[in-house]
């Protein structure tokens, strides 16, 4: 049995005969999926400013596969070390790109896949180099003609959202809206709440990859900067969460109340570190939708 599966495809499963040399369908797996309806995903090679070459994908919206100057949602993968983003079927992808969005996803440093260095050279970056990578691959797409810069979204879950947070307040003009999914905005919280900080290894990683120098953690830390963001903001936030606990969103949205910037809140407190209850999905990506359009699809300025 094999799965032949796509950007475009979640999968299919076929039941070889090697007697015979034939494949029998067997099953589809999300069967109400129609590939053809799906935006084509296209990998992409760029540098960053200091040369290290990167690698991505952008996703256009089904049938605007030569657009020019689209909206655009740049969406940043979680982890951030060993994880990467690859030519798959991503239903959060998927979604935004059938609503008429170009999606770009690139594998900054500090991503699997591209070897032990690549993984290391994201080692004490959060909001520094790993952040440039993400910000570099925005004005990539912008110089391609993908995106217009006017509307242009940040996007992510677990660091994923810490880099739309902190991509807003480092570059305040570049972003129109962001949206930070379960995310660490507090990195000085890291040492003292959620799951990792309870063991030892964990302790010991987190000094490896954060650093422990408080005033740098503090700079680096979207709740420590509030002040500087312009963009529209929407905070997703699992009170279940044990990864990164509400206590991150919680220090995010006062921040942003003692600095007078005005947020969508959506608290959802049977959810963990990532929404999987079918109905809250649902409802978080419906208002992710409406959000998105008001933010992207009108902006002029």
């Not at 900054?108 to 896949?113: C, E, M, P």
């Not at 962001?178 to 990195?187: E, F, K, S």
Request: charged residues 25%; contains cysteine.
């Amino acid at each position: 049995m094999f799965l032949v599966s796509s950007g475009r495809e979640p999968g299919r499963y076929f039941l070889y005969d090697a007697a015979h040399g034939k494949a029998e369908f067997l099953l589809a797996v999300r069967p109400w999926i129609h590939p053809e309806r799906m935006g084509e995903v296209e990998p992409f090679t760029m540098k960053a400013r200091d040369g290290l070459a990167l690698h991505g994908y952008v996703t256009r919206p089904p049938g605007k596969e030569n657009a020019r100057n689209l909206p655009m949602v740049v969406f940043v993968h979680g982890g951030p070390y060993g994880v990467l983003d690859f030519w798959e079927y991503d239903p959060w992808v998927q979604m935004l790109a059938t609503r008429g969005y170009a999606v770009l996803q690139v594998n900054f440093r500090g991503s699997g896949g591209y070897g032990e260095a690549f993984i290391r050279a994201g080692y004490r970056e959060w909001g520094a180099k790993m952040q440039d990578d993400v910000t570099d691959a925005t004005r990539w797409a912008i110089a391609q003609g993908i995106a217009d810069p006017r509307r242009i979204c940040i996007f992510g879950g677990s660091y994923g959202g810490y880099a739309a947070l902190q991509g807003v307040v480092r570059d305040p003009d570049l972003y129109r809206c962001a949206i930070g999914y379960v995310g660490v905005y507090d990195l000085a919280l890291m040492y003292s709440r959620g799951d990792i900080p309870q063991s030892l290894y964990g302790e010991n990683y987190l000094k490896v990859v954060l650093g422990e120098a408080r005033d740098e953690l503090r700079r680096r830390s979207p709740a420590a900067n509030a002040g500087r963001i312009k963009a529209r903001l929407m905070l997703v936030v699992g009170g279940q969460d044990k990864r990164v606990p509400p206590a991150q969103g919680q220090a995010m949205r006062s921040a942003l109340g003692k600095a007078g910037v005005e947020h969508e809140w959506i608290h959802e407190r049977t959810e963990g570190h990532g929404f999987h209850g079918e109905r809250n999905v649902e409802r978080l990506m419906q208002r992710i939708d409406a959000f998105l359009a008001s933010s992207l699809r009108s902006a002029t300025n």
